[in-house]
């Protein structure tokens, strides 16, 4: 079992930055891929990042491609989304996940790869 619980979210200007952090419980957070996901309100809830449980592979949603980065330290058992250049269509409760997409026979990107997931956070982007 492993409880996710995010931090960090809030209200930014565009151009801005922010740096998510999702602490994990348990001993086995190094063994998960990570995943955050994002959900803005009236639309589905989708994919914005993911990393591999050594933290070797990481995968990016094209829409934050090259402003978002996402790392993991498993010695503290916690995964981090740094967030640069916001812009206002970042507006969202990010949430983040855990799971074996891999073993599941699903891409990184798919929410069926996750079972563990967090309350969220929210994060506003002004224009």
């Known amino acids: 079992q492993v409880q996710l619980v995010e931090s960090g979210g809030g209200l930014v200007q565009a151009g801005g930055s922010l740096r998510l952090s999702c602490a994990a419980s348990g001993r086995t957070f190094g063994t998960y891929a990570m995943g955050w996901f994002r959900q803005a309100p009236g639309k589905e809830r989708e994919f914005v990042a993911a990393i591999s449980w050594s933290g070797r592979n990481t995968y990016y949603a094209d829409s934050v491609k090259d402003r978002f980065t996402i790392s993991r330290d498993n010695a503290k058992n916690t995964v981090y989304l740094q967030m640069n250049s916001l812009r206002p269509e970042d507006t969202a409760v990010y949430y983040c996940?855990?799971?074996?997409?891999?073993?599941?026979?699903?891409?990184?990107?798919?929410?069926?790869?996750?079972?563990?997931w967090g309350q969220g956070t929210q994060v506003t982007v002004s224009s």
């Open positions: 996940a855990a799971g074996s997409p891999s073993s599941k026979g699903v891409a990184v990107q798919s929410r069926l790869g996750y079972n563990y």
